[in-house]
């Protein structure tokens, strides 16, 4: 496997402080990488890039912002020369059915999931060379409906349609663009469930492969997504949830009933 598959690549990340960003933004400058990390808490950001090495990049952008994520793409640029991998990753959840949620927070989840992936790839494009990748972070909550995840359900679900549209039109720019649906991944923003009694083992008991993924699991399929490994890979919204998905959600019989089979 070529191990630098990303040599002298100009990558922008965001929400790349924590989970799922920080974990991409790692494999990005590993091989070979020049990344712009962004995220709306400037700490994690910057800590990170003392790690990822001299030409590692952390700004403080809120990308629910369109003069933030305009000043991120224009200091990409300004720094590089142009973008070749544009990961819009930031993101936040919200809890509450339609009526539960107040317009406040629909509004709030719809600006920082949704219209962010607007702004970033509006300014961007511009600055990206045939042969550039975007991967947008949309989730398995955006190809079917939760429980109380209203505003999340639609933001997520936007985005992967968004994916597809984008796709559409800048193939004929020679810029591919995918969208990654995560399942139960351990981060920050999931940390609540931990905190529930039984949730875990309930959410868990019903993923296939019977457990969360780990951020770093996200990353490696980022990775291929934004590499050259996928240059015939566009509109593709790829589903990384240990089988979650592929599940009818009709009950395992043999927990009930000892039947014989066939
Ligand atoms: P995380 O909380 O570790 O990371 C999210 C990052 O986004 C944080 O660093 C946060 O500071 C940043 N962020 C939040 N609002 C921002 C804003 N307005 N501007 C800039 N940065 C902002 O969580 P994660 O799991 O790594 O989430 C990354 C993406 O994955 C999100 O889009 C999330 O919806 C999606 N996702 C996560 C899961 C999961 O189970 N963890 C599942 C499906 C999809």
Redesign the pocket.
Known sequence: MNLKRFENKVAVI?????????ATARVFAREGAHVVL????DE?GRTLAQDLGPTALAMR????KQKDVEALIQTAVDTHGRIDILFN?????SYGNTVETTAEQWLNVIA??LH?VFYACHAAIPHMPRGSAIVN?????GLGGDHRFAA?NAA?GAVVNYTRSMAVDHARDGIRVNAL??????????AGVHQIPGLKEEWTSRIPLQR?AQ?EEMAEVVAFLASDAASYVTGSIIVADGGATAHTGQPDIARFADLPTG
């Open positions: 965001t929400g790349a402080a924590s989970g799922i960003g920080a962004a995220d709306i808490g994690g952008c809120d990308v629910s990753n930031a993101g936040i959840g920082v999931d962010s972070t949309a989730s398995i909550s999340y997520k649906c995560p399942g139960l991944v351990d981060t920050p923003i999931t969360a951020p």
